[in-house]
């Protein structure tokens, strides 16, 4: 029983070393299992990210996604929460179409008072065979949408266990 404790132990400390958690907008904070490159695009976009053989992580921050926000913020205060979530909600619906098209699933979420969806779609590229599946978690906070994307060629337990912990490790503080 010693022994089987001591391994536990072990595991969990080294599969926590390394880890690095970035906070990518006030008070909203993501871990990635190493040191993301950051990324800066146009139009204030920024993205944090990591890519291997295996896997690709991703964080794409696109900031004022809602045009008239000023606007949006007075009627929002008179609006119930089932209104407030289904305009939120069919806003990132539109956002998901635009970037990945029609071919995904999705489900939602939320991420203390925000909303959010789960998605899973599957990506051809022409230049490979092999179609590149991903899971990503859309959420709009305030006036910002934040993207995180775990996406592979070669489905294996590790890729699946390391994107599962990325897409999980979004918090807010």
Excluded: W
Excluded at 57 to 64: G, Q
Excluded at 118 to 127: L, R
């Amino acid at each position: 029983m010693k022994k089987l404790l001591t391994v536990a132990f072990f595991m969990i400390c080294f599969t926590s070393f390394g880890q690095v958690t970035k906070e990518i907008i006030k008070d909203v904070f993501v871990t990635f299992p190493e040191e993301p490159e950051r990324i800066p695009h146009e139009k204030g976009q920024l993205e944090y990210k990591i890519s291997t053989d295996d896997y690709l992580l991703s964080v794409k921050i696109y900031e004022d996604v809602l045009t008239n926000y000023s606007e949006y913020e007075k009627h929002k205060k008179n609006a119930t929460p089932a209104q407030i979530e289904e305009f939120e909600g069919e806003f990132i619906d539109g956002f998901i179409q635009y970037l990945y098209g029609g071919n995904f699933e999705k489900s939602n979420f939320k991420l203390g008072e925000y909303f959010g969806r789960h998605v899973k779609a599957e990506i051809t590229f022409p230049e490979i065979e092999t179609p590149a599946k991903k899971r990503l978690k859309f959420v709009l906070i305030n006036n910002t949408m934040i993207v995180l994307e775990g996406g592979y060629l070669y489905e294996s337990e590790r890729t699946n266990q390391i994107i599962a912990a990325f897409l999980n490790s979004l918090k807010l503080n």
